[in-house]
């Protein structure tokens, strides 16, 4: 089987690679969030395909989240880098940082959230959600390019497709959350259900809300996250084709066994 890495590209990122060829791809449940280009990176296979579809006509909580991770599977991915914008909950992860998270907090509601919902029933741990393995690449490549980033983060997700209200963002920040987000999950919880490694990559573009007693701090908009996204997407772009001649050798993370005694169904 080819040993490619799947890249989902978040807003603001919806393409990767020179003239790549477009696959369709139909799956059980439906169609990816747009057609996946295949191409090569350092002679890595690698697939693409942009979150929200090239023309981010699909909001986070009617992103094929499924269907995605399925498509990515039969094109024979085990790993997947993934790009996201993300707000701040705190003062020192500043815009233009970027966050390695290692946790996540789900607070979405009405998504798609397992392949196990059907014959069998299975129990998958999801204590540490994150590849370590990716995260170690990653940090050593953000390090050389010298950029501003934290080498760990946990990022509550919410539905969206609205902004926080002040008190909500007051709130989240009070439980020690370190970024928001709409689309960390069900996805990297899906690609543990299938035993890939997952690395999910934050950039903060905003103070989601604001933060509290900081006045000139002011709440997020759509065109704030577009201009200082719109600057980091070349950083983005570098650090994925730093990380994936290193990422394509990864042996030693335990993501593959996220089955071994998850499965409860006779
Ligand atoms: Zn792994």
Redesign the pocket.
Known sequence: MVNRIGIIGGSGFYSLLDSPESVNIETKYGNPSDKISLGKISGVDVAFLPRHGTKHNIPPHKVPYRANILAFEELGIS?IIATNAVGSLKSNYMPGDFVLFDQFVNMTNGRHDTFFDEDKVAHVSMAEPY????RTIAAVALSNMKIRYHESGSVIVINGPRFSSKAESRFFSSQGFDVINMTQYPEAALAREKGM?YLGIGIVTDYDAGLEGNPQIKAVTAEEVNRVFGKSISEAKSLINNIVPTASK?VN????NSLIGAVVTK
Not at 131 to 134: F, H, K, P, Q, T
Not at 253 to 256: F, G, S, V, W
């Open positions: 790993r590849c370590s393995d990716l490694c990864i993370c335990n993501c593959k």
